[in-house]
């Protein structure tokens, strides 16, 4: 990761996580965005525990000036986990799929594990995966295996 331009080179759009011991921001270089995410213990008067903590924020509404941040609502982004400090090799490269509209309306979210680090790529795929190409079934049958109250 040390090797590549957006570290060193990219511009840094500071990402408000709406919790004080969760920082985030966004790092683009040309055409790679990044987003970086940090846990960090609990205060000194509240004896430095170090604690999972849920986190949800948009990225690209809300606060944003959208002139800065390249996220389009109309787009489809593949989020690529590229560095997690706290499980390793195991989680590693996982993808998901986020429309921009999710990003910048609904959030981003999920769970940090105690002091992690966590670094995802953001890149636009739009034009890589079409309508045809996505798997409609689960969405369709989605009623052949509700529960019912007995």
Not at 30 to 58: E, S, T, W
Not at 89 to 106: A, I
Not at 110 to 122: I, K, W
């Amino acid at each position: 990761m040390d090797e590549n331009p957006a570290f060193t080179d990219g511009t840094i759009i500071p990402v408000p996580t709406q919790n004080t011991r969760i920082a985030a921001f966004l790092r683009i270089h040309h055409d790679k965005m990044y987003l970086c995410i940090f846990n960090f213990p609990n205060p000194h008067i509240d004896g430095q525990q170090a604690v999972p903590r849920k986190f949800n924020f948009l990225i690209g509404g809300g606060d944003f000036d959208s002139s800065t941040v390249p996220i389009l609502p109309d787009r489809i982004y593949e989020v690529i986990e590229r560095y997690n400090n706290a499980e390793g090799r195991t989680r590693r490269e996982k993808k998901e799929f986020w429309s921009g509209h999710e990003l910048m309306h609904l959030g981003f979210g999920g769970v940090l594990e105690p002091v992690s680090s966590h670094v995802f790529e953001l890149a636009d795929k739009t034009d890589s995966y079409t309508a045809s190409r996505c798997c409609w079934i689960p969405f369709c049958a989605t009623p052949l295996w509700e529960t019912r109250p007995r």
